[in-house]
């Protein structure tokens, strides 16, 4: 399984959000704050094995793009 990892910033309070999906653009994950280190090893519990790489820009992603419009 391959995982893509966005960072959204938002102004205050919000912060960042971090949107995992996978391949077929399912949302996996979210996270709220810059602990990146705590989203990696969730992941690896939940899904282990999977490639995880890390997105481009903010709402790069058709995935990203579809959470921010609801």
């Given at each position: 399984?391959?995982?893509?990892?966005?960072r959204l910033?938002?102004?205050?309070?919000m912060?960042?959000?971090?949107?995992?999906?996978?391949a077929?653009?399912?949302?996996?994950?979210?996270d709220?704050?810059?602990?990146?280190?705590?989203?990696?090893?969730?992941?690896?519990?939940?899904?282990?094995?999977?490639?995880?790489?890390?997105?481009?820009?903010?709402?790069?992603?058709?995935?990203?793009?579809?959470?921010?419009?609801?």
């Open positions: 399984m391959r995982l893509t990892i966005e910033s938002f102004s205050e309070p912060g960042s959000l971090l949107v995992v999906c996978d077929e653009g399912i949302v996996r994950a979210l709220f704050g810059a602990d990146d280190a705590r989203l990696l090893r969730r992941l690896d519990a939940r899904y282990p094995g999977a490639e995880v790489e890390w997105g481009h820009g903010p709402a790069g992603s058709p995935c990203a793009r579809r959470l921010l419009r609801r």
